[in-house]
Each structure stands twice: as structure tokens, then as C-alpha cells.
């Protein structure tokens, strides 16, 4: 493998046209990314989130008057969230929990005034139903009583007191699927970038003769129907090639020499060409006149041989009828098996006329070359 090959730029259409051979697995990857994410985040929901209760008071309160005849306003959300975790009102409130740790009981409280000052919300939260009913109690006894100790404040009265609830995790499941499908598309598009820079597969004769030091003759398509230019100019290679070398050896790295001796043989021993004059769109390109019989005096045969049954016996019959030709598979990654053969070819001195592309998928092309 030369320096000039291994430094070679990127064929950008090439890379597209790639992409979009693979982009139904991509795409299933992306869905099956999203499915794991929001199974992963339903497991992790289900099993890893912590079990908590948290109930909710609504308490009225009444402020009383100061010497000046105004009412106390200066109670808002910040003094009473601060006030409710002073000894004041914790040592009433702690009077009706015995046994339970003050520190405790502190962090489970949260006070606050959402819009108006006479309204005060009183939140508990704790780790089973039973702790923060008992909790939820004693903060109301105990602030309907210091309310009657504080001149500040003429009465304090419940007007909600609600039942403990389990507290759950927002559900973010969306989220989930759409963060594992943006992940794994990632790792897949990395993925796709390195297999591309590492392909060796053939898809184009400018492949071959950036990869080979030999003769890209042309394109043997799939079915050698439509997209008729690939046969006209592989038909015309091999006569300026082979000349009067009729009768040629081919060495088929796919394994299917005996279709591709009766499709090379069919394309060389039939009649001139014609374009249709048809208007239909689909009949444009270029079609070969169709002649019955085989192989007659003075046609072209074609020796096949394939590379898993490749040994010297072959290689001096490919040297007897003056050398071989080598087809190598559409989009199929055969360069270190190629290599081989190459270096065995090379090794018994037997000539290698130049190579071709078996089975091209004539969409590819045709959007390729378009």
C-alpha cells in the first residue's frame, strides 16, 4: 500500500452516498437509543428514587395591634421560615413529639408566604407517612399556641391541613428518550466516520486505480439493464485491452465466477447497441441487442476460476491463456484477500489485464456520476 493512497482526501459524494446505504441502521440505533433511555430512566424511577411523604398546612393568621394603633405586617415568607426553626415555637412543637430528635424535626419544616401575609403555608417532609403526620400535627398545636403567647399575633387557626403524600420525580421520560437517542446517533455517526476512513471496499473504478497499480476496465452491474453506458465502456476496455486475447481467464474475488463467465460473455458476444426511442422515461438507456446461441468461432470465452479454490494449477492455465482478470464485488471489503492473490499472481509471474467491478448496484451509480 503506497504513501500516495494511505494520504488520500475524502471523496465527499462518495461519503454521502455511503451514509445513505447505512442510514436505516443508524436510524434504528437512534430508536433503539430513545427505547433504553426511557427504559433506563423508568428502572432508575422505579428503583433508585428515594421514598419520601410530604403534606402540606394552611394556616389563617390574625395579627394584632401595635401602641400606635397599626396592625404588625412585617411577617412575610423569609421571618416566619426562620422564626418556625427558633426555640420559641420548636420547644411548643417538640413538647407534642417525644422521642423524636429536634434536629431532625427541624429539617422536615419549611414555611413560607406565597402572596398574602395572613396566609402561611407549612410544608413537612419526611421518609414515611407516619413521621410526617405526627410532625404535621405538632407544628399546627404549636404555632396556634405560641400565636396566643405572642403579642405580635391575635390568633392562629387551621384552615387546611393536608394528607401525606408520596413524592415522586417529575416524570422526565421525553427527555430520557430524546438524550439516549442524541447519544447514541453520536457514537453511531463516530462509529460510521471511523469504518468509512478504515473501508477498503470497491465502489467505483477510481477506487481501484487509487488502491491497485492496474486497470479499472469498468462496471459490471447487477442486471445490465438501463445505466447501458457501464457495458458499452467495460465491452469497449476489453477489446483495446485483450485485443485478440478471446479467450481470457477471470478470477472472481466474490465466488461466483460461473454468472459472471455467462454475464461477461453475453455482454462481449452480443450485437451492436441501440438507444430506444421510446418516450417513456423509463425505457431511456442503453440496451443490447439480444442473439441467441453460445460461444461461437471467434466470440469471446471467458475461463472462470474463483479465489477459494485459487493454486498453481489455475495460476498456469490463467498463464497459458496470457494472463487474468480480476473482478472484485461491489461494496465488499476483499483488499487483504486481494492482496494476497496479487502477491501470488506476482510471485508466479502471471499478468494481471486490469480489474473489474462485479455486481455494482447501478442506483448508486447513477446518483454517483449523475
Not at 405572642?150 to 430524546?178: F, H, N
Not at 471496499?201 to 487509487?210: A, L, P, S
Request: hydrophobic share 40%; charged share 25%; net charge negative.
Amino acid at each position: 500500500m503506497d504513501e500516495a493512497y494511505l494520504n488520500r482526501g475524502m471523496d465527499l459524494k462518495r461519503l454521502l452516498l455511503t451514509f445513505q446505504r447505512k442510514m436505516w441502521l443508524i436510524f434504528s440505533l437512534v430508536l433503539l437509543g430513545a427505547a433504553i433511555g426511557g427504559i433506563a430512566y423508568q428502572i432508575a424511577r422505579a428503583t433508585k428514587m428515594p421514598v419520601e411523604y410530604d403534606t402540606v398546612s394552611k394556616l389563617y393568621i390574625s395579627f394584632g395591634v401595635d401602641e400606635s394603633g397599626e396592625v404588625y405586617q412585617y411577617y412575610n415568607g423569609y421571618t416566619w421560615n426562620d422564626l418556625l426553626h427558633c426555640d420559641p415555637i420548636m420547644d411548643l412543637v417538640m413538647e407534642e413529639l417525644p422521642g423524636y430528635d429536634r434536629e431532625q424535626v427541624r429539617e422536615a419544616i419549611t414555611a413560607e408566604i406565597l402572596s398574602d401575609i395572613r396566609l402561611l403555608t407549612i410544608t413537612v417532609r419526611g421518609e414515611n407517612e407516619k413521621f410526617v403526620r405526627e410532625i404535621r400535627d405538632a407544628v399546627e398545636l404549636g404555632l396556634m399556641e405560641y400565636a396566643q403567647q405572642s403579642k405580635e399575633l391575635e390568633l392562629i387557626k387551621v384552615i387546611y391541613s393536608g394528607v401525606p403524600q408520596r413524592v415522586y420525580w417529575d416524570d422526565r421520560t421525553t427527555a430520557a428518550c430524546i438524550t439516549g437517542a442524541v447519544i447514541v446517533f453520536a457514537v453511531s455517526m463516530i462509529i460510521f466516520g471511523f469504518w468509512y476512513v478504515f473501508n477498503e471496499c470497491i465502489y467505483v473504478q477510481g477506487d481501484i486505480e487509487k488502491r491497485y497499480p492496474y486497470r479499472a476496465l469498468g462496471i459490471l452491474t447487477m442486471n445490465q439493464k438501463g445505466l447501458q453506458p457501464y457495458a458499452r465502456e467495460l465491452k469497449g476496455s476489453i477489446h483495446h485491452v485483450l485485443g485478440e486475447h478471446k479467450c481470457f481467464a477471470i478470477l472472481d474475488m466474490g465466488n461466483h465466477s460461473d454468472m459472471r463467465k455467462l454475464e461477461l460473455e453475453g455482454l462481449l458476444n452480443r450485437g451492436e447497441m441501440e438507444v430506444p426511442t421510446g418516450n417513456n422515461q423509463e425505457d431511456f438507456g442503453w440496451h443490447i441487442l439480444e442473439e441467441s446461441g453460445g460461444p461461437e468461432k471467434g466470440e469471446w470465452e471467458v475461463i472462470p476460476f474463483n479465489e477459494n479454490e485459487f493454486s498453481e494449477e489455475e495460476c498456469s492455465r490463467m498463464k497459458e491463456l496470457g494472463g487474468v482478470v480480476i473482478l472484485l464485488p461491489f461494496g465488499a471489503d476483499v483488499s487483504r484477500r486481494t492482496e494476497r492473490i496479487l502477491t501470488f499472481l506476482s510471485n508466479q509471474d502471471c499478468p494481471v489485464f486490469g480489474m473489474i467491478i462485479a455486481q455494482a448496484d447501478e442506483e448508486f451509480l447513477n446518483r454517483y456520476f449523475a
